[in-house]
């Protein structure tokens, strides 16, 4: 499968990294937006690897990080939709 970024998740993406980089480090931000990636690219092989939402949407944990990828499945890519903090209220619409 192909793993496909909207521009709101890639929105969310510049944020973290600028946010992370003011707030803690730029290495920091480095590591964890190449977590975020390799998440994502984790979809590739596994993309039921998220829990169902009842919006058909997915969600997926970064692993070691407070960060939730929400994608679904459209044909044969992943389309991550947002990247939210878990405690952002990331049930709001993309």
Known sequence: ???KWTLPALGDIRGI?????KE???GV??????AVRA?????RDFPRAGRP???G???LRVRNSPYLLRYRIVGNAVEVLRVHHER???QLPS
């Open 88 to 90: 952002e209220d990331w």
């Open 39 to 43: 998440r994502a690219a984790f979809l």
């Open 57 to 59: 949407h997915r969600l």
């Open 29 to 34: 931000a480095l590591r964890l937006i190449s």
């Open 24 to 26: 803690a480090n730029p």
């Open 17 to 21: 990294d600028e946010w992370l980089s």
């Open 53 to 55: 939402l009842p919006s």
């Open 1 to 3: 499968m192909r793993v």
